[in-house]
């Protein structure tokens, strides 16, 4: 029970220090470009739907980010452990 007390505290106490960090408000022209970004990549979207239906273009761009994480995943692992002398991976 007092470790229940001692854990919640500190996570309490982090928790209170993470919420009092104040960032920096986003330049307008920043949140200008990101917004007309969004509109442009949204009017594309559009156009690619007229010819192939919304679901299948869903499906196949949720796979191909799959994918590609799971590639962006392999290379940072054999990245560390490349780091390993020992492991003896080249």
């Not at 920096?24 to 594309?44: E, R």
């Amino acid at each position: 029970m007092v470790l229940f007390i001692i854990i919640a505290a500190f996570i309490a106490l982090v928790v209170l220090y993470v919420m009092s960090i104040e960032f920096p408000a986003i330049a307008p022209q920043l949140s200008s470009a990101l917004d007309a970004l969004v509109y442009y990549m949204g009017q594309a979207m559009d156009i690619v739907w007229l010819f192939v239906p919304k679901a299948i273009t869903l499906t196949l761009m949720t796979l191909a980010i799959a994918i590609e994480v799971i590639v962006m995943g392999y290379k940072f692992i054999m990245w560390i452990l490349r780091k390993i002398p020992v492991a003896g991976i080249d």
